[in-house]
């Protein structure tokens, strides 16, 4: 296995769960269970391991949302937040 600094690469991007959960709530008279999730993102400089940038991001479901869902939206939450700031095309 290659060390990091064998590896080209033009930073380092942690996605960290901060919380997952089920929520349980009534709708309508009928029990329903929601699926939530809280990450926090850290970009991250390549020479010196500081934050380039850092972010926080709220995946809330949907009834039928499995927790692959929430990740599916929050990558492309995220791909649109790196975009927006300028980090990627």
């Known amino acids: 296995m290659e060390n990091i600094e064998n590896i080209s690469f033009d930073a380092i991007l942690l996605i960290?769960?901060?919380?997952?959960?089920?929520e349980q709530f009534v709708r309508d008279g009928d029990t329903?269970?929601?699926?939530?999730?809280?990450?926090?993102?850290f970009l991250i400089d390549k020479y010196d391991y500081q934050n380039v940038w850092i972010a926080e991001s709220d995946a809330?479901?949907?009834g039928t949302d499995q927790f692959t869902e929430l990740y599916d939206r929050i990558s492309k939450e995220l791909a649109?937040?790196?975009k927006e700031n300028?980090?990627?095309n």
């Open 32 to 41: 329903e269970i929601r699926l939530n999730a809280e990450f926090h993102m």
């Open 86 to 88: 300028g980090f990627i």
């Open 60 to 62: 809330i479901g949907r």
């Open 16 to 22: 960290h769960t901060k919380d997952k959960r089920a």
């Open 80 to 82: 649109s937040k790196l």
